[in-house]
Every structure is written in structure tokens, then in C-alpha cells.
């Protein structure tokens, strides 16, 4: 089992930069695929960065090209930097950690941070 605890969300004007954090409570380099998802309101919850334990990455279409994802095995953390934010960002910003291995798959979620860009 694995805890994730997201921080550095925040209200941010658009064209405006932020930096979002995902702490796992064990080692990160054992995980098979990071990622950070996102729900707004009344929309479902979508998939907006994905980094593999190989260090593969996939973004949305939406966010290509403006966020980043990477992590640090030190500090067994996940980043998310979103530069270039519009107000369509604005949503609640959510860690996953998932492990697989053949048909067994297993997620965890932090409790998500809120990430909100005024126009």
C-alpha cells in the first residue's frame, strides 16, 4: 500500500505558472506508472500526465506542450509543472499511483489538490 499527498495547488492567473507535488510514502521507483488526473466540476475525472517507472510520459492533447511531468527517486515525488495555465485548467488535481502485473492492476489516489485559474 502506498500514501500520496499532493500540495501546491492554488489560484493562479491565466498565462500564470504552478508546480504541483505528489509525496508517495514509499519508494516511487517500484511503481509502474505515475500519474496526475484531473476533475472539474461536473465533468468526469480525465487523465492528464502519465510517467512510467521506464520514463515513458503521455500527456492530454490539451496540456501537450505546456506541463511537464517528472519525478525525484530521492525524494520519492512526483512533480507536475503547468506553465501557459487558461482557465479551462481549473480543476481538482489528482496523484495516482498504479501497480500491475499481468491481469492484477491497483490504483491509489491522493486526496487531491485544487488548482484554480482566473481569466
Known amino acids: 500500500q502506498v500514501q500520496l499527498v499532493e500540495s501546491g495547488g492554488g489560484l493562479v492567473q491565466a498565462g500564470g505558472s504552478l508546480r504541483l507535488s505528489c509525496a508517495a510514502s514509499?519508494?516511487?521507483?517500484?511503481?509502474?506508472?505515475m500519474g496526475w488526473y484531473r476533475q472539474a466540476p461536473g465533468k468526469q475525472r480525465e487523465l492528464v500526465a502519465l510517467?512510467?517507472?521506464?520514463?515513458?510520459?503521455n500527456y492530454a492533447d490539451s496540456v501537450k506542450g505546456r506541463f511537464t511531468i517528472s519525478r525525484d527517486n530521492a525524494e520519492n515525488t512526483v512533480y507536475l509543472q503547468m506553465n501557459s495555465l487558461k482557465p479551462e485548467d481549473t480543476a481538482v488535481y489528482y496523484c495516482?499511483?498504479?501497480?500491475?502485473?499481468?491481469?492484477?492492476?491497483?490504483?491509489?489516489w491522493g486526496q487531491g489538490t485544487q488548482v484554480t485559474v482566473s481569466s
Open positions: 495516482n499511483a498504479r501497480y500491475y502485473s499481468g491481469d492484477y492492476i491497483r490504483d491509489y
Open positions: 514509499k519508494t516511487i521507483f517500484s511503481i509502474n506508472v
Open positions: 510517467l512510467t517507472s521506464g520514463g515513458s510520459t
